[in-house]
């Protein structure tokens, strides 16, 4: 800012930019380093804030002008400060202009972008997009967008599980944020998983074509149909693999198939189905592994019966049914 001591109109933009938080990197740093170099320095920056905080955000412009003029004739009236008063007024001219600017904005510029959000319970739901696009959402899984969606990016966020058909729009990619991680597309059916505080989240490509970003990941990776990449969110490791889409989409046809699957990724599955949390007492029991089919029509007493039958193992649930603990001990409240 050298050239403020030789030119006060420009000082007074300055003040003006700063007291409307316009300054920022270099512009910021050299203005405090102004406003902290002389007294009169900053007595015109406190001369100038006085004019602007006086102002009425609700006046009209040709109100503003008059208070602000008669600001001038009182500051006129002395006469130790007449020269400063050349580029005083200079301000109020500006800050009129700043207020008309103001309420311009204020008349024509759209409200901020409300958000939508869609949250399941025991039971899928299906839902469609502003632009078309469908989404299949699991159970107990949740669906965030804004009101601007589509006009620059078409933007989702998710907590859960969600099949989605995407309608093709090359120029407004559609993407997925869950979690740490962020799917690209711009037309294609795709399946992502991704519970918030479970290790795993999985993303599998039915039909199109999807891009994989993840900030813990340093390059993006492309799936072709068929593929799904397995993200452990703890340590950061990708596995992309050919995806059994019997299995992964088997959840759209309300039933959940598990082949070879060890017992602890069976009950995270059917826990998000039925809103709980299951635990094992013993940390070797969730390694063991099973084959089977559970439908969503089955209730928790059923499916605990069933692993029951393949395991021996016993439930025991908490106060209020949310965590069920798998254990080999006599349980003393089953379901």
């Not at 009425?56 to 001038?72: E, F, I, Q």
Request: charged content about 25%; some cysteine.
């Amino acid at each position: 800012l050298t050239t403020m001591k030789k030119r006060n109109d420009n000082i007074g933009l300055a003040i003006l930019h700063y007291l409307e938080r316009q300054l920022a990197g270099h512009e910021l740093q050299r203005f405090k380093q102004w406003l902290g170099a002389s007294d009169d320095n900053r007595l015109e920056y406190e001369q100038v804030k006085s004019i602007y905080d006086e102002r009425d955000p609700h006046m009209d412009v040709g109100t503003g002008w008059t208070r602000l003029s008669m600001k001038m004739d009182r500051h006129d009236r002395d006469k130790r400060k007449v020269k400063r008063l050349k580029w005083v007024s200079g301000i109020a001219a500006a800050l009129c202009l700043l207020l008309a600017a103001g309420l311009f904005i204020v008349k024509h510029s759209p409200a901020p972008p409300t958000t939508l959000t869609y949250v399941t319970g025991n039971t899928p739901s299906q839902l469609s997009l502003p632009d078309g696009s469908a989404v299949r959402l699991a159970s107990n899984s949740r669906l965030v967008y804004h009101s601007d969606y589509g006009e620059d990016t078409r933007r989702v966020i998710l907590d859960g599980e969600a099949f989605f058909v995407v309608k093709k729009d090359a120029k407004h990619p559609f993407l997925v944020q869950s979690q740490e991680q962020t799917t690209v597309v711009t037309g294609t059916e795709f399946n992502v998983c991704s519970y918030p505080g479970e290790h795993e989240s999985t993303t599998t490509l039915k039909q199109g074509s999807i891009r994989f970003k993840s900030p813990t990941f340093k390059r993006e990776i492309d799936l072709h149909p068929g593929e799904m990449i397995r993200f452990n969110r703890q340590d950061g490791s990708i596995t992309v693999c050919q995806a059994s889409l019997e299995t992964e989409l088997a959840w759209l046809e309300n039933k959940h198939v598990f082949t070879d699957a060890p017992l602890s990724e069976i009950l995270a599955k059917m826990g998000h189905v039925y809103n709980c949390r299951f635990t094992c007492d013993d940390p070797d029991t969730g390694q063991m592994r099973y084959t089977g089919t559970f439908y969503d029509t089955d209730s928790l007493t059923v499916f605990l019966r069933v692993i029951k039958t393949l395991t021996g193992l016993n439930a025991t649930k908490n106060a209020d049914g949310t965590i069920v603990t798998l254990t080999n001990q006599p349980n003393k409240k089953t379901s």
